[in-house]
Nanobody, 124 residues
């Protein structure tokens, strides 16, 4: 079992920045990949970014590429999502997720454990 706890969400003005954190605990040795997803009101959950737990391979959705950066700190069992140049369209509940095998990196179908989500609201 892997437990994921997110933090760092909040309210920010357009053009501002936020950094989300996701602390993993439990059977962290089983983690292959960590990812971030988001879900806006009335919309489906969508992929944001992912990173290998060991290594530097990353993936980003086109909508956030160049603005968001995913990173990790294995010593702290934590992944981060640095979000810059935020826009109202980025408003959503953001979820972190963990995959225990090398499956689809950009689909929620490739992940096994999920955090509770943290709200990000960007005002215009």
């Amino acid at each position: 079992q892997v437990l994921l706890v997110e933090s760092g969400g909040g309210l920010v003005q357009a053009g501002g920045s936020l950094r989300l954190s996701c602390a993993a605990s439990g059977r962290t040795v089983s983690i292959w990949r960590m990812g971030w997803f988001r879900q806006a009101p009335g919309k489906d959950r969508e992929f944001v970014a992912s990173i290998r737990w060991s290594g530097v391979t990353t993936y980003y959705a086109d909508s956030v590429k160049g603005r968001f950066t995913i990173s990790r700190d294995n010593a702290k069992n934590t992944v981060y999502l640095q979000m810059n140049s935020l826009q109202p369209e980025d408003t959503a509940v953001y979820y972190c997720a963990a995959a225990v095998s090398n499956r689809a990196a950009t689909s929620d179908r490739g992940y096994d454990y999920w955090g509770q989500g943290t709200q990000v609201t960007v005002s215009s």
